[in-house]
């Protein structure tokens, strides 16, 4: 299998882990890990995802409860035989087959040793690497899989990570001629990968250890948000361009002007990539719309921190903000209407038209999403908002509950619609349900929200 990097797939791939690392980041590791697993199925070549899922996962199994990943365990021992019976013939599939019981659970030695052997016969060493060093972590002890784990790492270009398990078992076994050996060996392959940084090839450590490389992984993952190291791919993309105008590669151009805070460059370049497209990418359109709203955003903080050095500054503060507005609902209504059976972009426009206080047309357009499944719960929730906000708070109450109920992951979707389901109850005078949803996020996210206040005044405590 032939290593690739996310400028060798498509686009939706980089947006996708991106989404997944805010994901991580806001505390819905479930939803995290499925948008990687649903993307990972498909482009196993990717050794970044596989590096990100595995961490994922790992923060997730510390949370989880001894029993639920005992469960997880059992009900996977069929699977694995499965696996292990495809793994023969068809090792790609094989390893697909993997991410869903490591998505429940990635304390799963037999369904990491299958990953592991599957990714071996299709010569995918970076599958087998973190599949291994997750057992590592977990079971440190286990000193087969940290064998398996030196050979694994040295395949996958990691020589001086292998070094280091190397150097751990051959100091546990001081007077073992072959692993002194086999010590050895590693020393010999880290000093020879230390050598070549400066040869040619696509190891993703090797892109590590160099300058601009690394600012450039950093930048493809998502983890950038430097402006004078972003400027370092600018100048890179800005020369590759010249030899190569493509629009992948202008479209990286414009994320790079934008962690830079060059949103008009940005905006160009998106522009750039609209028009060389040809058709509507709502996706594209929303960056677009990124770039320009940074910009008023860029001009309305210079006005807010020196107002006097500007003519009528509050004057322009206004105009400025109305055309923020203005122009988001222009986009939001051309991409709801371009797109009308995308749900993800009504609910956009519905949830817009909520902020600005528009309600009437909010709920028409919530009233036909909750019909569909892709984004029912979230529809019912802010239909429920929009019942509150009209001051009918027994109906937002059943809406919100409803959705409640579909919820099975206590995710960041799970705990908005607890805090709004709780004002609902507040509202409807029924103090002590809005007190349980408020602990139920206590016991799962320390200072969501203003949480701790609405406990605190519910039982008349202080802090």
């Known amino acids: 299998m032939e290593r690739k990097t996310f400028s060798n797939v498509q686009i939706y791939v980089r947006d996708n882990y991106n989404r997944a ?49 005992l469960f ?24 697909a087959m993997c991410e869903g019981p490591l998505a429940l659970c990635v304390d799963n030695p037999p369904v990491l040793n299958a990953l592991a052997a599957a990714a071996d016969s299709c010569e995918a060493p970076w599958a087998a690497a973190t599949a291994l060093n997750v ?11 940290l ?23 051959a100091k546990e076994a001081p007077g073992n001629l072959e692993e002194q050996n086999k010590l050895r060996e590693a020393m010999a392959l880290a000093s020879i990968e230390r050598g070549r940084w400066n040869e040619k090839g696509d190891s993703q450590q090797k892109a590590a250890e160099n300058g601009s490389d690394a600012v450039m992984l950093q930048l493809l993952e998502g983890t950038i948000h430097d402006a004078e190291q972003a400027q370092l791919v600018i100048d890179r993309f800005t020369r590759e361009l010249m030899e190569n105008d493509s629009v992948d590669m202008r479209r990286k151009l414009a994320d790079a002007y934008m962690v830079a805070g ?56 206004s105009e400025f903000t109305r055309e923020r507005e203005n122009y988001r609902l222009r986009h939001a209504l051309r991409r709801a209407q371009t797109f009308p059976n995308d749900m993800q972009l009504q609910y956009d426009l519905a949830e817009l038209f909520f902020e600005r206080g528009d309600l009437k047309r909010a709920k028409e357009i919530l009233e036909k999403i909750v019909e569909n499944p892709q984004k029912r719960r979230p529809g019912l929730v ?9 001051g009918d708070a027994a109906k937002a109450r059943e809406l919100i509950e409803t959705a409640v109920k579909e919820m099975y992951s206590m995710d960041r979707m799970k705990r908005e619609a607890l805090y709004f389901l709780g004002e609902a109850c507040e509202k409807s005078g029924d103090n002590e349900a809005a007190l349980a949803n408020y602990r139920i996020i206590q016991e799962n996210m320390v200072g969501y929200r203003d949480v701790d206040e609405k406990v605190q005044t519910l039982t008349g405590t202080t802090a």
């Open 147 to 169: 064998r398996r784990l030196v050979d694994a790492f040295q395949q996958n270009g990691q020589a001086r990570e292998a070094l280091k398990i190397q150097q751990q078992i």
């Open 72 to 95: 997880a365990l059992l009900i996977s021992i069929p699977s694995v035989i499965l696996i292990r019976i495809v793994g023969l013939f068809r090792p790609v599939k094989a390893m």
């Open 135 to 145: 057992i590592r972590v977990l079971h440190p002890g286990n000193t087969g899989n």
């Open 382 to 390: 802010l239909l429920g908002r929009c019942e509150l906000a009209q």
């Open 262 to 317: 060059e949103f008009e460059k940005a905006m160009t370049e998106y522009e750039k990539v609209a028009e060389k497209l040809g058709v509507d990418d709502p996706v594209l359109d929303k960056q677009i719309e990124k770039a320009y709203i940074a910009q008023i955003d860029q001009s309305l903080d210079l006005l807010r921190q020196n107002p006097a050095a500007y003519e009528n500054a509050e004057g322009q503060i």
């Open 21 to 69: 690392g805010k994901l991580f980041s806001g505390g819905d590791l479930d939803s995290a890990i499925q948008v990687l697993a649903t993307v990972i199925r498909k482009n196993p070549e990717l050794p970044i995802l596989y590096e990100r899922i595995r961490e994922y996962e790992l923060a997730k199994c510390r949370m989880q409860n001894p029993v639920v990943k």
